[in-house]
């Protein structure tokens, strides 16, 4: 900030430099150098002095509204950077699905806001290629994305989760330690629609399987909803039934299947600043978070 408008501004209006030093905390002779500072810069004499006190010359009344108006952009500068720093009024935009925004972001989310409180989120739930599709066209800052399946982003992993079956309590795999796909495949499934690309169907088709798909769903709450009324099977994520796999049998698959969840964004260096506070918040404890939700295996090594 250049502080010679600012102490130009203030004698001009305090009609004294010996003033306008007291009340900027400056001495007497610094206000006079910064005043013949802006004068020689200009060419022109700005001010005359009078028993009176301070006088703008006509230069002076010419050029003052440009120096008040420089001073005016200045402090809406500083208190936008201060903002900034504080993440006042800032809001950050995240393409996300059902098992980050139930069990992983709000944990996140609640102990961020203990430093930003007044930041703002927007969590637009979708499927892995229209996160992308929104990131890519800056509806959103960043997003929730499987690298598997989409392109055109930078990405950085953050855990991968496992897939496990999700049966009735009555069915009798229940009480089993594992189950294989092809005991899965006969039965009714209740398929977990994960848009243009299906993990559970991948893992049938790369053991030429084929699963008697009755339902697809979007909503895990209500697959478990299903599955307890004894409607079949699915296959969901170990990060979905967290805290949730309530009077359901979860059991391992014998030939597991994964899948990696990445931040994706278009350019980490031109995301908003309070979008690249929140990313170094996940880097920090996401980690922990998972382990707090008992799926600590499904942390990324």
Partial sequence: MDHRYE?????????????AAKELGYTQSAVSQAVRSLEAELGTVLITRSHDGITLTRDGEIF?????????????LHAR?????????SRIRIGTFSSISQNLLPPLISSFLGS??????????????SIAAGVKSGELDFGFVSPEFVSGLQTETVYTDTMMAVLPLS???AGLSSVSLSQLAPLPCILLDEGRYSVALKAFEAHRLKPDIRFKVTDDY????????????????RLTLAGAARDVAVIPIREPFHRTIAMGWRDFETLPYAARKFIAHIRANAKQ?????????CISR
């Fill in 7 to 19: 102490i130009f501004a203030a004698a001009v209006r305090l009609k004294s430099f010996t003033r």
């Fill in 64 to 76: 003052f509204p440009y120096f008040e108006s420089i001073l005016a952009g200045e402090r809406a």
């Fill in 81 to 89: 950077m201060k903002e900034m720093h504080g993440l006042t009024d």
């Fill in 116 to 129: 930003y409180p007044e930041t703002r989120f927007d969590l637009l739930q979708g499927e892995y290629t």
């Fill in 171 to 173: 069915s009798p795999l």
């Fill in 222 to 237: 209500t697959i478990l909803a299903m599955i307890r009324r004894r409607m079949g099977y699915s296959l969901m994520y």
């Fill in 289 to 297: 978070v998972l382990r707090e939700l008992s799926v600590s295996e």
